[in-house]
């Protein structure tokens, strides 16, 4: 365990998972959390108060330690779709069937014990956390509802991506992207597959200069990262189907016209506008309390 440098605001601790520290003069904002054993560290940064903890997904290595939080008197911010999984999680091991094994997701992975947070952060929104600018993005794939965090310091646009990608266009975990054992419909079983290919497409829209993921090295050149991950997971997704699965018209063209007048709903999926909350109402600038 350690801090690392990433810029001169950014430091990495390496934990269960990568824990990020974005720090201004004594007050830090955590990406992800692990054990909790970065609290131990702050000091060596000259920090002495955490105000936030931004959550990427519900798995265990991100958030085991979140009591540790809790006691600490810290903010905690989870994904909206995850959000059961960490503050409710004691109900979902009373109800969740033992023998289905046609369920694959991997929500045995989520915490043990159930713990309380402030809120869900708000998905295609630009909050002020602390002494930062967070702009948060739907990035599904290693889990159904997975974010991403994409934050302009030092002269960057960094952007933090959980378990997306894995160092230079690798995964973390494939069986991660198995989210159903079986299907009626051509990506039957590669759900996740296909929603990487889309978060790391939609990603790019946002031109971030280093992904930062929770497990592997910092990404320096994310087209090729992402270019190269796309490419081994479309050679997967096409294995099992009968024709090339394209995934650009699900961007490019995300509405189906039912009437002249009148359009279906979009996928689960919209693409994104870039993060520019002087000129686009989606990344308009609310804050969290301080």
Known sequence: MGLTRITDHVHRFEDTCHVYVLHHEHEALLIDFGSGAVLDHLHDLGVERVTDILVTHHHRDQVQGLARAVAAGIRIWVPPVERDLIE??????RTRPLDNDYDVRQDRFSLLEQVPVTGAVAEYRTVRHG????????????????????????????????????????LWSLAATQWAYTGFHPNAGME?????????????????????????????????????????????????????WLPEPLLDSPWKTVTPTCCATPPAWPTPTPCSP?????????????
Do not use: N
């Open 88 to 93: 409710s999680v004691d109900e979902h091991w």
């Open 131 to 170: 002494a930062f600018d967070v702009h948060t993005l739907p990035l599904p794939g290693h889990t159904v509802g997975s974010v991403g965090y994409l934050v302009d310091l030092d002269g960057r646009r960094l952007a933090f991506t959980g378990d997306l990608v894995h160092g230079e266009g690798r």
């Open 192 to 244: 996740g597959a296909a929603a990487t290919v889309l978060s790391c497409m939609q990603l790019l829209d946002h031109e971030p200069e280093m992904l930062l993921p929770s497990h592997g090295e910092p990404v320096t050149d994310p087209p090729a990262s992402v270019k190269r991950l796309r490419g081994h997971l479309q050679d997967l997704i096409d294995m099992r189907r009968a024709t090339p």
């Open 278 to 290: 002087s000129t686009e109402p989606r990344c308009s600038s609310t804050s969290a309390s301080t």
